[in-house]
């Protein structure tokens, strides 16, 4: 287990909670430590309880424990909402000026800091949160210089004056606690050379997608992704991108359509309540072959449900949602940066594949900033790849007979040629009804069933062509089998050392792909006890790992817009039988 | 091409199956000869259709065209402009289709102001599901959903235009030829949202807002001394109960559109091999 150091700052909503805490991550990992945090929020913009942890180590952390070691608490709330995580060697900074005698719990200690007075001293009460950091530095043990960075890069643009008004709240805070306080500590947070960077799931999804090359963004705010909107706000521009904020969820999928239609590497990002409403037009983008990547930043429960809280629900919503039998590829990254990446992937199989891809993050993922190398990120590392798309030059090597351009063209890999408005001669319909070569409605039932196995065969394809890997972890030789999906991986990766400590050793087997998905047939037979972690009651990814492990029905499929005749399907049955016979 | 291109270039190999006498016939001629009279060049026309009679439009012109989802012709429309401002982008749909499955995308649709053409073919009924009550149907008319007339008021398109800020409201009437053309000429070559409801009367399903019906109640804004520019005007004009206008009722010539506002002048369809130049800074942000 990482030497890790449990740091929080609690109070009240509008108290300044996230800032404080973002500043002091940053801090810790300008010094080389790594970082890995957390939100305790609820859905209100003032009061409540609100806290911001924070968990550091030299080593890399992926995870959260149920140990707080310093907590500064501008509300007894705080302390009180924490005490179960509290311990004896566990130091409260609290401001007593301000809510007067704090209740500590058991023997953790307090430490009564004049945090509003000592800012005003200052330059303005407003800084009493900086000066909590800097009674922090002195009581961790870090050097407040490290701070001094993060304060002069977050108030630069304030002023001089004010940067150093920040610096000095820091240095009475770290005074006080050195002249007035009689406490002693064994935390002593060292620092290191290493070059970090720090940041959070939507902001690694949102990065993913410039560095892809999207540059068109719709999208309706939802938490927990409007983060994802707000990032590319002003960013995507610089790259000649544009972000619409659309009047619903129902345009936020349209316009991004549409720009995809156009030929832009398009994206939308919400949460659950969000999937349901761009349902209607997933159906729409997957008929007309149209490339999309749509983030869901999974929230709790169904409906408005847990708007602040984790939950792997959406799992079904994504492999089944919206009418009809859709193709889609759905890709669940396992971490911060994994984020990053998947993103990059979703573009190159959404425009390779022509089809819209789901990357299914959640909440836990996008409220936790985490510090990775900053060659984790390195754009040299990112390819494009567009696919089929054929330019003025090349369309007369996709028309008819008669020379009209063939948008759903039926080929040996599935994949048809898609030219963008403005190619001359190209010119074609698209339609969300079934459709021809031409992209012209048809219901004749041989033109139906050839795109329907068209389409299907671009999964085929894919199945054949990508890597739909997993990543392993643990004994290979375990007879127990933990299989997670999405952000598990973190907490996983920890909780084997856990029980290493208690001489149980697992395989671990961390999948990022929903589907495809890697078969894990032979993996999970080979095992003794197979355990599936999710963030649900049902067990969705459960159902599909049994579902491919275990299904043995034969099947008999008809989808050509006509119903089951009678002797047909009696045929079809002995014809079933038969082969079943011969196999 | 610009130069020498007719309203036949527009026209795709399909035959229209709407039904005959039906409105949309003059209404989609309108718009394909004016197409043709502002210039445009079929390839680098986009137009986009919801769902319904009117979204079989897009299927019989030869220009890239897309018939989406009920309601959600202009979201399309609006990203494929943005998207490519260098296309012409024509929205078309029906009554239910814009104003009561879509009607909340069309008044955001009006106020965003992306530069693009919307024209409503607007028979006052539901024609595709075989006669159902539209959100412009009168009071009095008896459909299948409602045998004993409405129990409400139809909904004032134009008005809303002009409560969402629309910068260019007009009317015009399926038969008549020349007066359509040049109405959606003018909306196609406005620098903003260049909105049009035709009213384009429905011969199987409306017995109450027909051919003869417009006949007399329309009345030409060409025969009034009516000033586009003057929004007091066209509010006198829009708000009025009692006749059917044609003509631009309202246009506002100064403001700017959604376009120039973010100086939108190339494709997006262009994207590196790689990630972009200066995409490190981003990761830079993050020390």
């Known amino acids: ?583 | 091409m610009s130069s020498d291109v007719r309203f036949t270039d527009f026209k795709s190999h399909v035959q229209p199956t709407w039904c005959p006498g039906c409105g949309d016939f003059g209404t989609m001629n309108g718009l394909m000869k004016a197409l043709a009279n502002t210039g445009k060049d079929p390839d680098e026309t986009f137009v986009t259709t919801g769902i319904g009679c009117s979204g079989k439009l897009a299927t019989y012109l030869d220009t890239y065209s897309f018939h989406g989802v009920h309601g959600r012709a202009l979201p399309v429309a609006i990203g494929t402009k943005i998207a490519n401002p260098n296309l012409t982008v024509v929205a078309a749909g029906g009554d239910g289709d814009g104003y009561s499955i879509g009607g909340n995308h069309f008044i955001h649709a009006v106020r965003r102001n992306v530069d693009m053409t919307y024209m409503v073919m607007d028979n006052r009924i539901y024609g595709l599901t075989k006669g159902q009550a539209s959100p412009t149907s009168r009071e009095e008319l008896e459909t299948g959903t409602t045998p004993q007339g409405q129990e409400q008021p139809p909904i004032n398109p134009l008005a809303l235009a002009l409560a969402a800020d629309a910068t260019f409201i007009a009317q015009s009437f399926a038969s008549d030829a020349q007066r359509h053309t040049e109405i959606m000429e003018a909306a196609i070559e406005h620098d903003g949202f260049g909105y049009v409801n035709v009213l384009s009367p429905c011969v199987t399903f409306n017995d109450l807002d027909t051919y003869d019906y417009y006949q007399d109640a329309i009345v030409d804004l060409e025969d009034r001394d009516h000033d586009p520019t003057d929004l007091n005007a066209a509010e006198e004009k829009i708000l009025d109960p009692d006749h059917e206008y044609l003509g631009v009722l309202y246009r506002d010539p100064d403001r700017r559109s959604y376009d120039q506002r973010h100086g939108f002048d190339s494709s997006m369809a262009e994207v590196p091999d790689g990630a972009p130049e200066g995409a490190e800074k981003l990761v830079d942000e993050f020390y």
Request: hydrophobic share 35%; net charge negative.
């Open chain 1, 1 to 583: 287990m990482a030497d890790d150091f449990n740091w929080a700052v609690g109070g009240a909503a509008g108290d300044g909670i996230d800032s404080t805490g973002k500043i002091f991550a940053q801090a810790l990992s300008r010094a080389g430590r790594h970082v890995f945090t957390s939100k305790d929020y609820a859905s209100r913009i003032r009061g409540g309880y609100t806290a911001y942890k924070i968990r550091t180590s030299t080593e890399q952390v992926g995870s959260v424990v149920d140990r707080l070691d310093m907590l500064v608490a501008l509300t007894q709330r705080a302390i009180d909402e924490n005490a179960d995580e509290l311990h004896d060697g566990s130091v409260i900074i609290y401001d007593g000026e301000d809510i007067g005698d704090a209740e500590i719990p058991g023997d953790a200690t307090g430490v009564d800091v004049p945090l509003e007075s000592l800012a005003a001293e200052a330059g303005g009460a407003i800084m009493r949160n900086v000066v909590a950091m800097g009674a922090a530095c002195e009581l961790a043990d870090f050097p407040i210089e490290s701070l001094d960075e993060v304060l002069e890069k977050r108030f630069e643009e304030k002023g001089s004056k004010i940067v150093e008004n920040n610096r000095t709240a820091a240095r009475k805070g770290q005074a006080y606690v050195q002249d007035e306080c009689d406490v002693e500590t064994d935390y002593e947070l060292e620092t290191t050379d290493n070059d970090y960077v720090l940041l959070n799931g939507n902001e690694a999804v949102g990065m993913g997608a410039i560095a892809a090359g999207c540059k068109f963004f719709g999208g309706y705010p939802i938490t927990p992704a409007s983060e994802i909107m707000e990032y590319l706000s002003g960013r995507i521009e610089q790259f000649g991108g544009h972000v619409v904020q659309s009047e619903d969820e129902l345009a936020a999928l349209n316009v991004t359509l549409g720009a995809a239609r156009a030929g832009a590497r398009a994206m939308t990002a919400t949460s659950g309540p969000g999937i349901d409403l761009m349902s209607e037009t997933f159906g729409l983008a997957a008929q007309t072959e149209t490339p999309l990547v749509i983030v869901d930043v999974q929230r709790g429960s169904p409906s408005t449900g847990l708007p602040t809280k984790q939950e792997q629900g959406d799992l079904n919503m994504a492999l089944y949602g919206s009418h009809g039998d859709i193709d889609r590829f759905v890709l669940a990254p396992t971490s911060v940066a994994d984020a990053f990446w998947k993103t990059v992937e979703a573009f190159n199989l959404a425009e390779k594949y022509q089809i819209p891809v789901y990357v299914l993050t959640d909440l836990s993922l996008t409220v936790t900033e985490r510090t990775y190398p900053r060659e984790t990120f390195d754009m040299d590392e990112v390819e494009v790849e567009r696919g089929r798309i054929v330019d003025e030059d090349e369309v007369d090597q996709w028309v008819d007979e008669d020379g009209h351009f063939t948008p759903h063209a039926v080929t040996e890999d599935g994949i048809s040629p898609r030219a963008f408005p403005g190619t001359n001669g190209a010119a074609h319909h698209t339609t969300g009804l079934e459709h021809d070569e031409l992209g012209l409605r048809t219901e004749d039932v041989d033109e139906r069933v050839e795109q329907v196995h068209k389409r299907e065969r671009k999964t085929e394809t894919a199945i054949e062509r990508e890597d739909w890997d997993y990543e392993e972890y643990g004994d290979p030789d375990s007879d127990t089998l933990v299989i997670s999906w999405g952000s598990n991986e973190g907490a996983m990766l920890e909780a084997m050392e856990f029980l290493e400590e208690d001489g149980i050793s697992v395989r671990f087997l961390s999948v990022p792909y929903m589907f495809p998905r890697p078969d894990l047939t032979e993996e999970i037979e080979s095992a003794e006890d197979v355990i599936v972690v999710e963030c649900n009651i049902s067990g969705q990814f459960a159902d599909q790992l049994e579902h491919d492990v275990l299904t043995r029905v034969d099947r008999v499929n008809k989808y050509n817009g006509v119903r089951f005749k009678a002797d047909e399907l009696a045929q079809e049955i002995k014809e079933t039988l038969e082969m079943e016979v011969t196999a």
